[in-house]
């Protein structure tokens, strides 16, 4: 069945036609190469936070986390303590799960780590790639994603298996997911398959 949106333009079969903000995100920032480390981290953030969710429910909180983790401050998360997480259980505008609000503490500390050693976290990310945007869709995991996610758990980082990095990886434009009839999709310019 075809989803009418308000300019005709049809789009990829996940977007809510009745949701101006996912429409908003999928036409301006899904699947577009993103090489600032400030944006690479809170979505990264984000991402760990829809495990077990649908992305639209952690979209909708979006403004919400900003304002609870302080516009995504990188240093600032990593100096919370138990007192500012205890805090963050009580906001009801952002997804309050424990165990994911420890992992954001933890994986902004082992971001940090990565982007001092590689100089940048765009760096060590796209060196996966070969600074290459792969074009595919129809997957919810790769060769690829199974590999970041292998060596982001093994460095301690936690809600970082490989469908949501898959998922990391197509919001932030190092897989372009476009779909066939999506007027954003673009000529295929790498063969299916990824490597390194």
């Given at each position: 069945m075809?989803?009418?949106?308000?300019?005709?333009?049809?789009?990829?079969?996940?977007?809510?036609?009745?949701?101006?903000l996912y429409?908003?995100?999928?036409?301006?920032?899904?699947?577009?190469?993103?090489?600032?480390?400030?944006r690479l981290?809170?979505m990264l953030?984000?991402e760990s936070?829809?495990?077990?969710?649908?992305?639209e429910?952690?979209?909708?909180?979006r403004e919400?986390?900003?304002?609870?983790?302080?516009?995504?401050?990188?240093?600032?998360?990593?100096?919370?303590?138990?007192a500012?997480?205890?805090?963050?259980l009580?906001?009801?505008?952002?997804?309050?799960n424990?165990?994911?609000?420890?992992?954001?503490?933890n994986?902004?500390?082992?971001?940090r780590?990565?982007?001092?050693e590689?100089?940048s976290?765009?760096?060590y990310?796209?060196?996966?790639?070969?600074?290459q945007v792969?074009?595919?869709?129809?997957?919810?995991s790769?060769?690829?994603s199974d590999?970041?996610?292998?060596?982001?758990?093994?460095?301690?980082m936690?809600?970082?298996?490989t469908?949501?990095?898959?998922?990391?990886?197509?919001?932030?434009?190092?897989?372009?997911?476009h779909?066939?009839?999506?007027?954003l999709?673009?000529?295929?310019?790498?063969?299916?398959?990824?490597?390194?």
């Amino acid at each position: 069945m075809e989803r009418e949106y308000a300019d005709h333009r049809p789009r990829c079969h996940w977007v809510n036609p009745k949701n101006p903000l996912y429409i908003q995100y999928h036409d301006r920032e899904w699947g577009v190469p993103v090489h600032e480390d400030s944006r690479l981290y809170e979505m990264l953030l984000l991402e760990s936070f829809q495990a077990g969710l649908s992305w639209e429910c952690v979209l909708n909180k979006r403004e919400a986390f900003r304002q609870a983790l302080d516009g995504f401050d990188l240093e600032k998360i990593c100096a919370y303590d138990d007192a500012k997480l205890e805090a963050l259980l009580q906001d009801k505008g952002i997804i309050r799960n424990r165990l994911k609000l420890r992992a954001a503490v933890n994986n902004s500390r082992i971001f940090r780590e990565i982007a001092a050693e590689y100089g940048s976290f765009a760096a060590y990310l796209w060196s996966y790639t070969d600074h290459q945007v792969i074009y595919e869709n129809d997957r919810v995991s790769s060769s690829l994603s199974d590999q970041i996610s292998g060596d982001l758990r093994r460095r301690g980082m936690k809600f970082v298996g490989t469908t949501i990095i898959y998922s990391y990886l197509q919001a932030v434009g190092v897989i372009d997911s476009h779909e066939e009839g999506c007027f954003l999709c673009r000529e295929r310019r790498v063969p299916r398959g990824e490597s390194r």
